[in-house]
């Protein structure tokens, strides 16, 4: 008699940035996240989400704390797990676009202090924009992960998001992501996505999704069952709602339907006792509701979105609008080429749509909007809007190459600006030019 080997499924932790970022605003400080970090070491989960995001972002901004130091001292708390961090393609860990040059230095840079496992994504999965960084992860000799953001509209179909991760494979990335950022993907999409993806690509298949409509984990167990090689989730104090699918019930389950996932239950219990009492420090920056919210199922509006749009129009008294402008929104994703909602695109197109409900439709196009729509981020997955277009062109041609193309080398002029500083201290001011004399001034120790 032969018994089938076990499959193998490999978890990674994503508690210490995606946990962090979507329950408490990104707030922890490095000396609570080392805390949690000491007992995931040994769970035997294969890697952990530490980096990028917003970490990048809030440590720089608001803790004043070293971006750098952080991504080092987590590496070194688990040694024999991947780090990986997610990075917005040609945009880095910012909003707007870089010149190849310095992705180049900010790669290497992360690769120096810890990164093992760069996830690469563009907002409008334009997959032009992962070029730069897929080159300066593979010249370092670290692991490019290509991810392709699930989104729903009229032109993402199965095929569509099929054919970004063939591109993405010829393009020579190690593993392919589904990036589900509003936790949107369903459990039957999520096995025909997964099957589709199994059949047309060669490399591991890694799924991120949120639990925001209460899906999470079944779309979990059906991306499985259809062959997906790695799943993204949190220690249970973090787990659900906005959040991910939980760590220690996945490992079980998983367990009993014979899958070996190489955790210890134990050991991922006591990591979640101390992500619990983490969480308790920083209750001032919990988001009033974090649950399930089903409202995306209808409006598909991420969470997130939703909720900065609700405090922003509460702020302008206007929250008698918010209606209209739900349903404007979907109006302007289709003016600007059906772009997923994600960071920066999600910001771009509800400002736009509230410009749109509260002074009349594009009577104002705001300037985001208006690069969009020359191409300056990429090409739309579907076209835009030409009236629209020809607006804000003023009779010049639309951008068609890869946006990064326009840009010259910027690392020369910086290091000449910032004579004496070590790379990752020049990368801090070219990334956030703003906030960086401030940080340099206030930096913990
Ligand atoms: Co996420």
Redesign the pocket.
């Known amino acids: 008699m032969t018994v089938e080997p076990a499959k193998h499924v490999r978890i990674f932790d994503i508690t210490l940035r995606?946990g962090s970022q979507s329950k408490v605003a990104t707030r922890i400080k490095l000396e609570d996240l080392l805390k949690i970090a000491a007992k995931l070491a040994d769970t035997g989960i294969y890697g952990a989400e530490t980096w990028g995001g917003a970490t990048f972002d809030v440590c720089v901004r608001y803790l004043r704390e070293d971006p750098w130091l952080r991504s080092r001292r987590l590496k070194e708390a688990m040694p024999h797990v991947k780090a990986m961090m997610l990075i917005r393609g040609q945009n880095l860990v910012a909003y707007s676009n870089f010149s190849d040059d310095v992705v180049g230095k900010f790669v290497a840079a992360a690769a120096r202090n810890g990164i093992d496992v760069f996830r690469i994504f563009d907002a409008l999965d334009d997959v032009r924009n992962h070029q730069a960084v897929i080159k300066a992860v593979r010249e370092v000799g670290k692991t490019a992960e290509g991810a392709v953001c699930y989104t729903i509209s009229p032109v993402h179909t199965i095929e569509k998001f099929v054919s970004k991760a063939r591109q993405l494979e010829d393009m020579g990335v190690d593993q392919i992501a589904i990036k589900d950022?509003a936790g949107l993907i369903d459990p039957s999409t999520t096995f025909e996505l997964v099957s589709s993806l199994k059949k047309a690509v060669n490399v591991p298949i890694h799924l991120?999704t949120?639990d925001s409509c209460g899906m999470g984990m079944m779309s979990a167990l059906k991306a499985v069952e259809a062959g997906c090689d790695m799943l993204d989730s949190v220690l249970s104090p973090f787990a659900g709602g906005t959040g991910h699918p939980c760590t220690e019930s996945l490992v079980y389950s998983l367990h009993r339907l014979g899958y070996d996932t190489g955790c210890n239950l134990e050991k991922l219990t006591l990591a979640a006792e101390e992500a619990k009492a983490v969480r308790k420090l920083y209750s001032d920056f919990e988001a009033p509701y974090s649950g399930v919210d089903c409202r995306m199922l209808v409006t598909q509006i991420p969470g997130g979105v939703m909720s900065n749009l609700t405090s922003q129009l509460k702020i302008q008294n206007a929250l008698d609008r918010l209606e209209e402008i739900i349903d404007e929104i979907p109006r302007v994703r289709e003016d600007l080429g059906w772009i997923p909602l994600v960071t920066p695109t999600s910001q771009i197109v509800v400002s736009q749509a509230t410009f749109n409900v509260m002074l009349g439709r594009y009577k104002i196009i705001a300037n985001h909007t208006a690069n969009l729509l020359k191409g300056l981020y990429g090409e739309t997955p579907a076209p835009v809007n030409k009236e629209l277009q020809s607006r804000v062109l003023k009779g010049e041609q639309p951008v068609t190459v890869r946006p990064a193309e326009l840009l010259p080398p910027m690392w020369p002029e910086l290091e000449k600006k910032f004579p004496g500083l070590t790379d990752e201290e020049i990368l801090i001011h070219a990334i956030f030019p703003h906030e960086a004399q401030g940080y340099f001034e206030e930096k913990v120790k």
């Open positions: 995606d950022m991120h949120h």
